[in-house]
């Protein structure tokens, strides 16, 4: 599953799996995190999976680059693991206050805000994903004729809770951060709740997401 | 969670980037939550060494730090990093010593001026702060706000509660001069071969600078413009402390202790273990170099580097 391992700096292993990125190949990827995380090898303090890549991170008190290497090398893989494939369901309200690249988005893709919204809606989508800012999750994919680019000038505060979109990935902003992304909506859920410390983040790798629309009063009543 | 029975220091002045470190949280990384913990470990680890051997809670500070009233039974403190400081008591203003415990009364304060060609610093209590813990620690993450004070900066709403603990150590000293560092020692990293020949050749042998631009999460260098010749954007994947990213602007960035878990700009190469402490302390406008080493020397490297820290913990002496 792994295509090759390589260090990255002196406490950390890079595990690629492919340079794709699709559903089976970050499939691996998260089957190969979750044995890692039950076999909980000592010295090993961070797992940080992504698309298509894993990132090791070790104790160097602890251990080295060579022996996480080998015990990895060594490690049975077998079958993929089950990822659990539930559907989480995210309410988004699309007032005008919160769609703040739609003008833009509509230049690009041509089409109009109801059909922007109903392509967007019509699909469930997948998380490949989770992090840069705590408990946002990376998703796709986006239908082709939404796909857009980054803002040229990345904005310095994007509102909590803003659905973005670029290329075939949409996110949350689980927290009021700096990006690019193309902003659509608002949902009122809170997807990083640090006080639930066994679960503190809603959407994980592997799970489905499906969008649904609620009112600026159904908003205001989260 | 204030408890008129704990000592506790109200605050005259909180400073300008004030908050709770410890050594950090494990095992977060993919819910986006990096180590995070104090800057420089090993003046985190001395000032707790000048008091006790436990690993506590600190208050960390940079540049600007704060200044403290002191209220309750005689406690000890110290400071370490490279820092100007004094102790203000009643019938006296006394000029502060770093790597040394002091007692402090009812009515004292603590008048932490500034960090010197540095940039942070740590104070430590006996007993350690009383503080808010996310996933088991109290390292502040204002980002994600997690840790110590509801993961925010202390300000002067708050009031830094100290846990209870009878004041019966000796009082304790090093001598140590932290040095500042001019070569930064880095191991090649997975996208190095995306820059061209001349900006490989630049990266290691011209000089670069620091910017304003630095703060916990990371810290920007300028410096000759380093050039891509395969693309500026790479899939977004995790990353980790001491990664130095080439965003398409050419200028460098360092991952430090809050940096975000996923980055999407190649990795010319990353900071060896040994050289986090110095980096971090490097003050805007300080001038650096990097310089290429092997794994197994970077390895060799980080065993030194905590046997230095363990000798000095073994120099303190009581006074």
């Not at chain 1, 193309?182 to 709740?193: D, H």
């Not at chain 2, 808010?132 to 509660?161: H, P």
Request: overall charge positive.
């Amino acid at each position: 599953m792994i295509k090759n391992i390589t260090n990255l700096g002196d406490t950390a292993l890079y595990c690629d799996f492919g340079d794709e990125v699709n559903s089976e190949i970050n499939s691996n990827v998260i089957s190969v995190f979750n044995i890692l995380k039950d076999e909980k090898i000592e010295g090993i303090v961070n797992l940080a999976p992504s698309y298509n890549k894993l990132i090791v991170s070790f104790d160097l008190d602890v251990i080295n680059y060579q022996k996480v290497r080998d015990l990895i090398k060594n490690l049975e893989i077998k079958k993929k693991i089950e990822i659990e494939n539930k559907t989480i369901e995210i309410p988004i309200c699309l007032d005008n206050e919160f769609q703040l690249d739609l003008k833009r988005l509509e230049e690009i893709t041509k089409m109009s805000t109801s059909e922007i919204y109903k392509i967007f809606f019509s699909k469930k989508y997948f998380c490949y994903m989770t992090g840069f800012i705590a408990g946002m999750p990376f998703m796709g994919d986006v239908d082709i004729r939404l796909q857009s680019k980054r803002l040229e000038t990345p904005r310095i505060k994007v509102p909590k809770g803003s659905i973005g979109i670029t290329e075939k990935f949409c996110n949350i902003y689980t927290f009021e951060s700096p990006g690019g992304w193309n902003i659509i909506g608002n949902t009122p859920i809170e997807i990083f709740n640090k006080n639930k410390q066994n679960q503190p983040v809603l959407i994980n790798p592997g799970n489905k997401v499906k969008f649904y629309e609620i009112s600026k009063t159904e908003y205001d009543k989260y | 969670m204030t408890n008129t029975k704990n000592n506790f220091f109200s605050i005259i002045r909180p400073g300008t980037n004030t908050t709770y470190q410890d050594l950090g949280r494990k095992n977060l990384n993919h819910i986006g939550l990096p180590v995070g913990g104090a800057m420089d470990i090993r003046n985190y680890k001395l000032a707790n060494s000048l008091l006790s051997d436990d690993s506590e809670t600190l208050i960390e500070f940079a540049y600007q730090g704060p200044l403290l009233k002191f209220n309750g039974k005689e406690v000890k403190f110290a400071i370490t990093g490279n820092v100007n400081f004094k102790i203000i008591r009643s019938k006296e203003t006394e000029i502060g010593e770093c790597y040394r415990s002091y007692n402090l009364k009812d009515g004292d304060q603590i008048d932490i001026i500034s960090v010197l060609n540095s940039v942070y610093g740590y104070l430590a209590v006996e007993g350690g702060f009383q503080t808010d813990l996310s996933f088991g620690s109290s390292s502040t993450n204002t980002n994600a706000r997690v840790g110590g004070n509801n993961g925010k900066k202390i300000s002067n709403a708050n009031q830094i509660i100290l846990n209870n603990k009878n004041s019966n150590n000796f009082t304790k000293k090093l001598n140590y001069m932290n040095s500042k560092i001019e070569y930064i020692r880095v191991i090649k990293a997975t996208n190095y071969n995306y820059f061209t020949d001349i900006s490989k050749n630049d990266f290691f042998t011209k000089e670069f600078t620091v910017s304003k631009f630095s703060d916990r999460m990371g810290m920007r260098l300028s410096g000759p413009v380093i050039k891509n010749n395969v693309s500026t954007n790479i899939r977004s994947e995790g990353i980790i402390k001491g990664v130095i990213q080439i965003p398409s602007d050419g200028s460098p960035i360092i991952m430090l202790s809050d940096h975000g878990t996923i980055g999407g700009y190649p990795k010319i190469a990353s900071v060896i273990s040994a050289d986090f402490d110095k980096v971090s302390q490097l003050p805007p406008g300080s001038k650096i170099k990097f310089e290429e080493i092997t794994l197994k020397d970077a390895e060799n490297l980080y065993n030194l580097y905590n046997l230095e820290t363990q000798n000095l913990i073994n120099q303190i002496n009581q006074i």
